[in-house]
Nanobody, 124 residues
């Protein structure tokens, strides 16, 4: 079965860090472009970051540049999102998604596999 399973969310104080994991099964993660998407309460989904297949080039939305880092471990078939200097506005449900071949990282209509999401809450 093709699926993505996220973990690592939680409650953290402003300025803190979390590392999200996304374990892939049923396909080889490194052969697809992958993205992280978040959705805050009563707001639409927002693309956060992505990593390309092959050379692993990474991209970020402006609000997380310099604070978040996307990476993957091919031996574990797992995608990560390291989040540092967290802010209250980072509070959201974070999803790992697989990008359909040929689509752009930020086009949510072209994501063919979604994980179940992991909640990140940044609060003092």
């Amino acid at each position: 079965e093709v699926q993505l399973v996220e973990s690592g969310g939680g409650i953290v104080q402003p300025g803190g860090s979390l590392r999200l994991s996304c374990a892939a099964s049923g396909f080889t993660l490194s052969t697809y472009d992958m993205s992280w998407v978040r959705q805050a309460h009563e707001k639409g989904p927002e693309w956060v970051s992505g990593i390309l297949e092959g050379d692993g080039s990474t991209y970020y939305t402006n609000s997380v540049k310099g604070r978040f880092t996307v990476s993957r471990d091919n031996s574990k078939n797992t995608l990560y999102l390291q989040m540092n200097s967290l802010k209250p506005e980072d509070t959201a449900l974070y999803f790992c998604v697989r990008v359909r071949r040929g689509a752009t990282l930020g086009n949510m209509y072209e994501y063919d596999i979604w994980g179940q999401g992991t909640q990140v809450t940044v609060s003092s």
